[in-house]
């Protein structure tokens, strides 16, 4: 496990340029996910088989969008508000109420006026339990994975200004573990509505009052085949 603590102060050029790198790394994190996303739909679609009968689900997959709230236990660098994110999931029946896949998501939060981010970018294995088949199905699923963590606080100074500021700068890696619980309607036979709530939880992580914990909920589209 990884944590570094900085403190230092800003030129104007500099916080202009963290806030462009900022949002630079989150488009091009979300793109690689979706990147990904689309290329393994595309190689699984090209060797998919055509059966006379009932036809069997080879994969499913999509990108979900979220919202959430986020909350952390440290005074100094205090996180509490809502927070917005992409990623995206891909799973493989192995039976008929078992699925196994991965997913990966890239979550931000603003402290106030926009002045500093803190950002989660995570991924793992993911595994569902469908109890029941049918148009509407509720799917009970939980994903193991890692990923790091960018947080930078401004502690004193206005980034609008063109005066040097004060901030601080952490950086952790940590293991995920999100249970969660979805809602899947079948609107045609390749084409899913879902929804879906997880809570991120990160064990064996030292650093639990820096970490922010909270609710995160997903609504996406996802395609079968």
């Known amino acids: ?26 488009i091009f994190m ?10 393994f739909t595309l190689i699984l679609s090209s060797f998919s088989i055509a059966k006379a009968e009932e036809p069997r689900e080879h994969f499913r997959g999509g990108m979900f969008p979220h919202a959430g709230f ?16 992409i990623g995206g999931k891909i799973v493989f029946p192995v039976s008929n109420h078992l699925r196994l896949g ?39 699923g939980v994903a193991v994975g890692g990923g790091g963590i960018k947080d930078l606080y401004p502690v004193s100074g206005n980034y609008k200004d063109n005066e040097y500021d004060v901030a601080i700068y952490k950086k952790y890696s940590t293991m995920v573990i999100a249970p969660q619980v979805s809602l899947e309607y079948k609107l045609t036979s390749h084409i899913n509505l879902a929804t879906k709530i997880d809570y991120l939880l990160y064990p064996g992580n030292e650093f639990t009052k820096y970490i922010a914990h909270g609710p995160r909920v997903y ?5 079968s085949r």
């Open 102 to 140: 991965t997913e990966g998501y890239v979550t931000s939060y603003n402290y106030k006026n926009n002045e500093g981010f803190y950002k989660l970018g995570w991924g793992g294995l993911l595994f569902e339990y469908v109890p029941k088949i049918s148009r509407l199905m509720p799917v009970l």
């Open 30 to 39: 979300a793109l690689r996910i979706c990147t990904a996303i689309i290329f």
């Open 219 to 223: 609504l996406g589209v996802l395609f």
């Open 70 to 85: 986020l909350y952390n236990n440290d005074s100094d660098t205090k996180i509490q508000g809502f927070c917005v994110g």
């Open 1 to 26: 496990m990884k944590y570094y603590r900085f403190c230092w102060s800003l030129s104007p050029m500099q916080k202009g340029s963290i806030k462009m790198i900022c949002l630079r790394k989150t």
